[in-house]
């Protein structure tokens, strides 16, 4: 079997290919890089080849010749704007490939911070005290107040102006 990890976060990354090198039933690990600069995942002795694609573009077409010619049984998104790329094209990339990723619905269920509290009882899980800072508001014209987790986002990447941005706040 081969398999596709999409994405290169250096630490996720590397864990994964060694951990995939281990099993018996696959062969080659591809590593589709986001960024041109390669990472420690694409130079590993357990990575077979590595590639760049532009994951900012809209037409998954040329993702989907890339992996066919390469013969990818698997794809795995490793980094949060592959796992969104896969979502906004998982019925496309479902019926040419096997993807280890949950399905759309699931997956926005999982990755929305701010929702995560409903599923919260406060006693067997705990999820802090927030306030959800909306987009255009600005945080240092508030009181902050260290009783609160603020979050600047509900989802850590979004797609706007056909591209994958990441919203992690940076301090």
Known sequence: MKVAVLGTNDRAALVVVRQLALEVSIDEVIIVRHTKQRSLACVSKYTHKSVYFNFDTPDVSTLIHLLQDEKIDL?????????????HHYSSLNANFTLASPTPSSYYQAI???AIQEMCDGKTLKYPVSQLIEQGSRLENRDISEE???????NSVVYHEEKYKNMMYKS
């Open 112 to 114: 929305d911070k701010w």
């Open 148 to 154: 609160y987790v603020y979050l600047k986002t509900r």
């Open 75 to 87: 794809i795995l998104p490793i980094n949060d704007i592959t796992s969104l790329f896969v979502i």
